[in-house]
C-alpha cells in the first residue's frame, strides 16, 4: 500500500477514494477497520470512520486503531481527510486527531488544504469559501452539531491542536511545488507545524500534491486526492 487514509466520514471518504481511483491508483475503501490485512495489490487504502462529530476521545481512538491497521499495511503516506468545510467545534475533532497521528508518525510537520474547488470550496488568504461567501455567511454558521462562525482556518484550527499554525499564501502556491516547498521549510524553521495552504484552483492541488509528497501526513478535503493520486515512485 502507497497511500493510507482516514476519512471521518462515509461520502467524503468514497469522495477521496473516486480521486484517487481516476489517478490510476487500485483503491479500496473501507467501512471502518479492517480485521485483517488488505490485498497487497491495493495502491490506496481508505479506511472510513463516522468521527467527525463523535467525542474528541473516541474521535482519536478510531483514527489511532485506523493509522495503526494502515501502517501494518506498509503505507509510505498517511492521508487523514475530513470535509471541505472543516467541519468542526473549537474543541475538535479536526486539530486532536491531527495531533494524534503527527505524534504516533513522528512527523514534524503537515499541510491543512480542506479546499475541493471543484465544488466551490475555495481557501484564499487563510480563509475558507463556499463559492463567494466566507464559510461563516454560507449557512454553514447555523450547523445543529459543528456551527462554522470564522471562515479564518488558521484561527479556527489554533484553539483545537497543540502545534502552531502556519500558512502558505496563494501567491506562493502559483509558484508551484518547489517555492510551497521552500515555504513550508521556512514556517518549520520558524516552529510552524500545522500549515494552512491557500487553494484556488485544480492546478493548485496538483502543485500542492507534488509539494507533500516527502510528507509523513498530510490532511485535507478530498480534494487534495487529486493532487496526491499516482504521485508515488
Known sequence: MLLGCIGDDFTGSSDLANMLARSGMKTIQYCGVP???????VEAGVVALKSRTIPVADAVRQSLEAVDWLLE????????KYCSTFDSTPEGNIG??????MERLGAE???VCPAFPATGRTVYQGHLFVNDRLLNESGMEHHPLTPMRDADIRRWLAPQTDGAVGHVSAQVVREGAAAISDALDRAAAEGKTRIV?????DEDLY??????RGM??????????????????
Not at 35 to 41: E, K
Not at 96 to 101: F, Q, R, Y
Not at 218 to 233: A, D, I
Open 35 to 41: 480485521n485483517g490485512p488488505a490485498d497487497p495489490s
Open 73 to 80: 499495511q506498509g503505507t509510505r503516506q498517511i492521508y487523514f
Open 96 to 101: 486532536p486527531v491531527i495531533d494524534a497521528l
Open 109 to 111: 510537520q503537515t499541510v
Open 197 to 201: 495552504v491557500d487553494t484556488v484552483s
Open 207 to 212: 502543485r500542492i500534491g507534488t509539494a507533500v
Open 216 to 233: 509523513k501526513l498530510v490532511t485535507g478535503g478530498s480534494g487534495l486526492g487529486l493532487g496526491r493520486g499516482g504521485k508515488f515512485p
